[in-house]
T-cell receptor, first 112, second 111 residues
Framework: GNSVTQMEGPVTLSEEAFLTINCTYT??????LFWYVQYPGEGLQLLLK?????DKGSNKGFEATYRKETTSFHLEKGSVQVSDSAVYFCALSNLTGNQFYFGTGTSLTVIP | AAGVIQSPRHLIKEKRETATLKCYPI?????VYWYQQGPGQDPQFLISFYEKMQSDKGSIPDRFSAQQFSDYHSELNMSSLELGDSALYFC??????????FGSGTRLTVV
């Protein structure tokens, strides 16, 4: 079956620190992979995505590379800001795109 | 650009009442999905529709039903509400499984 395992939080970092949030997946075939961000009291916003192996998704300084050999899609950012404080969800979509499978979410707090 | 519109944004209902949540997908998107996110939980897939037909079903309780109309908007009907139904309900839409976009959600509180 399909599933996503995500690094547990909460994560607290100082501003300008390096961020890594680990995500690994189990899937049938070659799913598309996503990172979504959820700010307090808001909905899910697509942060970045990758649709095939070795693709790198990037947005707002965040990056993640689709690694088929390690079934991973780790999220990274070189220098976090206070405004990056949010919950980050790793997700995959099944082959038909009918359904998303989410990780449990990682709460990030960035302190000045 | 147009986004996925959900209404209402907030809804308060009493136990055993009925609630109807609405979702208006991005124009020309043919697929609608519903998710439920409990407090501190990850979103759980409920149900999806493609071209007005149910295409996939997840952990949707029997008390809930949904449909997609001719204009592609979708409604999630929830009856005999329970306290545990309090959650954020997301709708998403896509065109053939691509361009997956979430709405801002409806926060349902059952008291």
């Amino acid at each position: 079956g399909n599933s996503v395992t995500q690094m547990e939080g909460p994560v607290t970092l100082s501003e300008e620190a390096f961020l890594t949030i680990n995500c690994t997946y189990t899937a049938t075939g070659y799913p598309s992979l996503f990172w979504y961000v959820q700010y307090p009291g808001e909905g899910l916003q697509l942060l970045l995505k990758a649709t095939k192996a070795d693709d790198k998704g990037s947005n707002k300084g965040f990056e993640a590379t689709y690694r088929k050999e390690t079934t991973s899609f780790h999220l990274e950012k070189g220098s976090v800001q206070v405004s990056d404080s949010a919950v980050y969800f790793c997700a995959l979509s099944n082959l038909t795109g009918n359904q998303f499978y989410f990780g449990t979410g990682t709460s990030l707090t960035v302190i000045p | 650009a147009a986004g996925v519109i959900q209404s209402p944004r907030h809804l308060i209902k009493e136990k055993r009442e009925t609630a109807t949540l609405k979702c208006y997908p991005i124009p020309r998107h043919d697929t609608v999905y519903w998710y439920q996110q409990g407090p501190g939980q990850d979103p759980q897939f409920l149900i999806s529709f493609y071209e007005k037909m149910q295409s996939d079903k997840g952990s949707i309780p029997d008390r809930f039903s949904a449909q997609q109309f001719s204009d592609y908007h979708s409604e999630l009907n929830m009856s005999s509400l329970e306290l545990g139904d309090s959650a954020l309900y997301f709708c998403a839409s896509s065109l053939g499984g691509d361009g997956y976009t979430f709405g801002s959600g409806t926060r349902l509180t059952v008291v």
